[in-house]
Nanobody, 128 residues
Framework: QRRLSESGGGSVQAGDSLGLSCVAS????????TAWFRQAPGKDREFVAG????????FYAESVEGRFTITRDSRKNTVFLQMNNLKPEDSSIYFC?????????????????????WGPGTQVTVSS
């Protein structure tokens, strides 16, 4: 059974940086495209960033473009989200999500319903 596990959340000040990691385990995890979503209390889950299975396709939400960077280390089945210049509005629970794709697909889906695998989430709190 495939599993995702996030780490790296915490509490920081506005302007600080934080890095999140998502490790995938289980059969055929190399076939997974991965994305980060976040959900604040009382709000819908929103797309943050995604990376294709090959790593050639990357897409960011406008709200994080230029501040967040998503990368992957396929040898370690790990996807990273480097978050710089954090703002209080970035405070949320961050979830790693993944879905099966074929290698040639580099389009990133921003829809939570299209991801079949989810981690439990990690809290990020940014104070002003």
């Amino acid at each position: 059974q495939r599993r995702l596990s996030e780490s790296g959340g915490g509490s920081v000040q506005a302007g600080d940086s934080l890095g999140l990691s998502c490790v995938a385990s289980g059969p055929a995890v190399s076939r997974l495209a991965t994305a980060w979503f976040r959900q604040a209390p009382g709000k819908d889950r929103e797309f943050v960033a995604g990376i294709s299975r090959s790593g050639a396709g990357i897409f960011y939400a406008e709200s994080v473009e230029g501040r967040f960077t998503i990368t992957r280390d396929s040898r370690k089945n790990t996807v990273f989200l480097q978050m710089n210049n954090l703002k209080p509005e970035d405070s949320s629970i961050y979830f790693c999500a993944a879905r099966d794709t074929i290698l040639s697909v580099n389009v990133i889906s921003t829809q939570p319903d299209e991801y079949g695998y989810w981690g439990p989430g990690t809290q990020v709190t940014v104070s002003s």
